[in-house]
């Protein structure tokens, strides 16, 4: 039994004295269609026949609400509890509810029907520009060149190394180059999300074959962070282990971005990947990562963390950690290289100490620029020679 209850149709119908002309009951069964609707749904002690149970309970709620309603001449009025159901906005939970429901039961708009008005040549052409597409996203990545250029525009003379792999595909396939020109806006394949979400696949089956290259073994992690050139804290991540044939093999296994540079932040990202890849944390067994405290703090550290859960997980310092740092106490010892470093900071600390001074640089680097310009020895584009303030020299 279902009922049907439209707010605009008793309002303009409330002085009528029942409720049967609006409430309509839609049910299979011939042998109910002589009762007053209104008698069904009050009947409540008697189920009705050939009803499931379900909506026989659904009979009783739809009891309790009418008898709440004392005064049905206030149907309509500013307090009227069936108004404030429906709501006035197109976005209240009732209006929503219907839309989903008429666009459930409208069959034009299901997605078997849209995509049966293609026809078999228009499905041919697709999937060949997303062949052409995966093809050059797969040539870009495993060449490890960047896939967007400075300017993408139909004027560029370079429009990236994507483009313009796809553009030489064409120029020695004419029916490619035809597909091409003639495709539609919306079926181009070659947007950057596109590009992202193909990637995308493609990582997360190169990290399948890791783990079946693993198949349940033990592994090693070894963890740094840095912050990229958006400024966002990077954490990447690299497995260690013995394949098959008792080589050791590592694998760069994933890149995450992570808030803070935190132990308990770190180790819950780390924990996260390996989660969500299937691998057994409890196979873990070493752990290496640079001489920073919130990675080999004895206490509080990555390393320590980890080695709570993963008794077994011996904690290694990088080598070429080791390295650096015996190379930038070497390199204190060596005159020239001292002064020099001492007097770049000097620089960078008289400069910066002085908005006036600061803005002459400034001033100058864009002269710089405009005339290294001028003479064609720097390109032009979107995102290039944008003038930066002077960066600190680090010890690395």
Same mark, same amino acid.
């Given at each position: 039994?279902?009922?049907? @209850?439209d707010?605009?149709v008793y ?18 069964s ?5 009762k007053?609707?209104?008698e ?15 909506? /026989?309970?659904?009979?009783?709620i ?5 008898k ?10 500013? /307090? ?5 159901h429906?709501g ?5 939970f ?19 029907n ?11 052409n697709?999937?060949?520009?997303l ?7 797969c ?20 429009k ?11 120029y020695?396939?004419?029916e490619?180059e035809?597909?091409?020109r003639?495709?539609?806006k919306?079926?181009?394949?070659t ?19 890791i ?14 962070e ?6 966002k804290? $990077?954490?990447?991540i690299v497995?260690?282990? @013995? /394949?098959?044939?008792g080589?050791?093999?590592e694998?760069?296994?994933g890149?995450?971005h992570?808030p ?16 969500? /890849?299937?691998?057994?944390?409890k ?12 990675m080999?703090g ?7 963390l ?17 390295? $650096? ?19 770049l ?10 908005s ?10 864009a ?18 020679? $944008? ?10």
């Open positions: 039994m279902v009922l049907k @209850f707010c605009v309002m303009n119908m409330k002085k009528q004295s029942t409720i049967d002309e609006f409430f309509k009951r839609k049910h299979s011939s042998t109910q269609d002589s007053n609707p209104l069904i749904v009050l009947d409540e002690d008697t189920p009705t026949p050939n009803v499931p149970i379900i909506e /026989n309970r659904f009979k009783k739809v009891l309790k609400i009418m709440l309603i004392l005064n049905w001449k206030k149907v309509g009025g500013k /307090n009227c509890a069936f108004l404030h429906t006035i906005e197109c976005t209240s009732h209006n929503v509810a219907q839309k989903s429901c008429d666009d459930l039961l409208n069959e034009a708009h299901d997605i078997q849209v995509f049966e008005t293609f026809t078999e040549e228009e499905r041919t697709n999937r060949l520009r062949k052409a597409t995966i093809y050059t996203v040539l870009c990545a495993f060449q490890g060149i960047a896939y967007r250029g400075h300017d993408e525009g139909s004027d560029s003379i370079n990236g190394n994507f483009r313009e792999i796809l553009k030489g595909i064409g020695f396939n004419i490619m035809e597909l091409f003639t495709a539609p919306h079926a181009l394949y947007s950057p999300s596109i590009q992202k979400e193909i990637l995308n696949l493609i990582s997360t089956r190169v990290r399948r074959m783990c079946e290259e693993i198949n349940g073994g033990k592994f090693c992690l070894v963890v740094d840095a912050r990229d050139q958006s400024n804290e $990077q954490m990447s497995l260690r282990f @013995f /394949n098959k044939d080589f050791i093999m694998h760069f296994f890149l995450v992570v803070d540079t935190t132990s308990q932040t770190l180790k819950n990202a780390i924990y996260s990947v390996l989660s969500r /890849n299937n691998l057994d944390l196979s873990i067994r070493g752990q290496g990562y640079d001489g920073a405290s919130n080999r004895h206490f509080k550290g990555l390393q320590a980890i080695s709570t859960d993963c008794p077994y997980a011996y904690y290694v310092h990088c080598f070429a950690h080791r390295l $650096q740092l015996a190379l930038m106490a070497a390199s204190q010892g060596v005159v020239a290289l001292k002064k020099f470093f001492t007097r900071s000097f620089v960078i600390n008289v400069v910066g100490a002085s006036k001074r600061t803005d002459q640089l400034r001033d100058a680097q002269e710089e620029i405009a005339y290294k310009t001028y003479v064609d020895e720097l390109e032009t584009g979107k995102g290039l020679n $944008q003038i930066a303030t002077l960066q600190r020299a680090g010890d690395t």
